[in-house]
């Protein structure tokens, strides 16, 4: 249960955050993905910044410059905030803290979310991940990411935006929009924030105050940086002390807005997010965390009088040999069509031992299309230096002139400061498919002209054959003997005496010399069974002995055929299911009466002329006897 003065404050927030989603935010936030849509919309020129992928080359070929198709957007993004949680955030002098100005931004951006049904996640971090929530939509979950950012308490305190990045870029595998919320007081980030803006919409916002910016002439103040816990005095109502300070926090604010500005697919939130200047007057609140950070490190740049030379080097830096680190790129070929890659070849050559802090050309292409690249590992070279080799295939989509622009890599020097060395811009040249002085647009090639073979002489090889089959068919059934054409049917074997051959195969199959006595049941039963169905009509299969018995009633069978042949099949069912074992003079009843019950009901012979003039009749097998009269 959350404490009466925690839902107070998150209903406030909920209520101001909600005023200005309706009124201005509401659905004004896009991400610069177009969607997995399917659907096509529209053919248009092709503009900086779109996916090479969507380029319809049909069209490009037929007018020269290139063209993407755009199709309809299904749209349903993932929001993240990626939020800073470190100890810096407590302090403020602007009627709140920082912390509380995060949890504003993040409310507005949730509920914005929420009301375009986008999903919302939140990573918390310090100089570790402190939690994770993971993407969902509704009322209720935007309300527990306001809660985590007002009432969080972190284990840890410093701040580590590289490694936030790098989590973020591990967890969240599908392409979001991701906001990034801190005061960005740490250093190290610029490479993996160049990583997770290559694959995610990024937008990094900055929450700072602006006392952290100038010193108030207020004398000596005693600060404490609630991230390290060191301590310090400062004279703030010395002017040159204040002068430095401020042009140390103006100079680290331009390089902070150069790498957000200058970083492909980096945007950088505008507006100010603090109260106006109207309440400056108000007693500073908590003179600690992010204040005192920036004090420190503003003296220690004093203290220096390096503040010119805080900025990173280009080229070869002070104490250092010429050349000691060397960047070459080489592009070929120079001149390509529209379309066709240039592949590049940047070498990095340093000494044995040089700590590489940065290296990563694709990231300075600019408007140049990276379609693929190659990362060769370092190998040594002569004299202790060591090379390291990327090959990339870029390529541009405008014609005319067009350059490889400068590309950079930093490394730290023996005193441990950051240099970065460049190189020389490459020139190469993008021209058109079209012949020279030709403004039509390539048509379609015409339709290869296939060779047509004469059909009808085959046709009439097909029919010849089978004019042939059918008279050799015809020859060889005028030859067949009239005897063999008018064979007679052979007539069908009568029911009785298939009973009687399969009861004496039944009785030399050897089922009882080898004490099978149930197998021999079973198939004396079936016999008969098969036998009242081809004499009777009565169907016998997975009937039980009542059912069978029923239906030699109703097909009318006489009374002692139905008496015997219900006793028969009592017999077999005891030595079936109840397992009966018989005595052999029981087995032989069993037999005797299974030839009885087919004596019994076999139709009787048809009598026949003798030129005697006597009848013959005979039976059809088994046991009967042959009689005559005279």
């Not at 007081?185 to 937008?203: E, T, Y």
């Not at 002070?318 to 066709?340: F, K, N, T």
Request: charged content about 25%; hydrophobic content about 40%.
């Amino acid at each position: 249960m959350l404490p009466a003065e925690i839902l107070r404050k998150v209903r406030r927030i909920e209520i101001r955050t909600n005023r200005l989603v309706n009124e201005s935010l509401g659905g004004e936030y896009h991400s610069v993905f177009k969607g997995r849509g399917m659907e096509f919309s529209e053919v248009r020129e092709y503009q900086f910044g779109d996916d090479i992928r969507t380029i319809d080359w049909n069209v490009t070929s037929r007018m020269g410059h290139p063209y993407v198709k755009k199709h309809v957007e299904e749209r349903e993004l993932t929001v993240i905030l990626l939020v800073d949680f470190s100890a810096s955030g407590d302090f403020g002098t602007r009627r709140q803290f920082k912390r509380e100005i995060e949890a504003e931004i993040c409310a507005l951006l949730a509920f914005s979310a929420i009301k375009n049904n986008d999903r919302v996640g939140l990573i918390a971090f310090t100089d570790r991940i402190e939690t994770y929530l993971r993407p969902k939509k509704g009322r209720d979950h935007a309300l527990r990411v306001i809660r985590e950012v007002l009432y969080f308490r972190p284990r840890g305190r410093r701040t580590d935006v590289a490694q936030a990045l790098r989590y973020m870029y591990r967890t969240i595998t599908k392409r979001s929009v991701v906001f990034l919320v801190s005061d960005f007081l740490g250093d190290g980030f610029a490479q993996p924030l160049r990583v997770a803006a290559r694959k995610h919409d990024l937008i990094a916002i900055t929450v700072t105050d602006p006392r952290e910016e100038d010193l108030p002439p207020i004398g000596l103040i005693d600060l404490e940086d609630t991230e390290t816990g060191e301590r310090v005095v400062v004279d703030a109502s010395d002017r040159r002390t204040r002068e430095g300070f401020r042009s140390w926090a103006a100079a680290r604010r331009a390089t902070r807005e150069g790498l957000f500005l200058h970083r492909p697919s980096v945007r950088r939130a505008a507006g100010a997010l603090l109260p106006q200047e109207g309440a400056q007057d108000e007693p500073v609140r908590r003179p600690a965390g992010a204040f005192a950070a920036a004090v420190l490190l503003g003296l220690l740049a004093l203290g220096a009088a390096a503040a010119p030379s805080a900025a990173p080097v280009t080229g070869a830096a002070a104490g250092a040999a010429p050349g000691e680190v060397r960047l070459e790129v080489a592009a070929e070929p120079s001149a390509i069509h529209l379309g066709d890659p240039v592949r590049v070849t940047v070498r990095l050559v340093y000494p044995q031992g040089t700590r590489i802090t940065a290296f990563a050309p694709e990231g300075d292409l600019g408007d140049l299309a990276l379609l693929d690249r190659r990362v060769e590992p370092p190998h040594a070279l002569d004299l202790g230096r060591v090379e390291e080799v990327r090959t990339l295939r870029i390529t541009a989509y405008q014609l005319g002139a067009h350059e490889v622009p400068a590309l950079h890599a930093s490394y730290a020097d023996a005193s441990g400061k950051e240099v970065t060395v460049a190189s020389a811009p490459v020139r190469f040249e993008v021209t058109s498919i079209l012949t020279s002085g030709d403004t039509t647009p390539a048509d379609i090639k015409p339709p290869a002209a296939m060779p047509e073979g004469r059909l009808w002489p085959w046709l009439l090889l097909a029919l010849a054959l089978a004019g042939a089959c059918l008279w050799a068919w015809w020859r060889r059934r005028r030859r067949r003997p009239a005897a063999e054409q008018a064979a007679p049917a052979v007539p069908a074997r009568p029911p009785h005496e298939i009973a009687y051959a399969e009861l004496q195969r039944l009785l030399s199959s050897g089922l009882l010399e080898e004490g099978r006595v149930k197998e021999f049941y079973i198939e004396l039963a079936e016999i008969v069974k098969r036998y009242l169905t081809a004499r009777f009509g009565v169907e016998t299969f997975e009937r039980t002995s009542s059912e069978i018995l029923e239906a030699l009633r109703a097909a009318r069978v006489p009374v002692r055929v139905t008496g015997a042949t219900g006793e028969f099949l009592g017999a077999c069912d005891l030595v079936k299911f109840a397992k009966h074992l018989p005595r052999p003079d029981e087995t032989r009843a069993a037999v005797e009466q299974a030839y009885r019950l087919v004596d019994e009901t076999k139709p009787a012979p048809a009598p026949r002329e003798e030129p005697g003039g006597g009848a013959l009749a005979v039976a059809g097998g088994g046991r009967a006897q042959v009689g005559g009269s005279a």
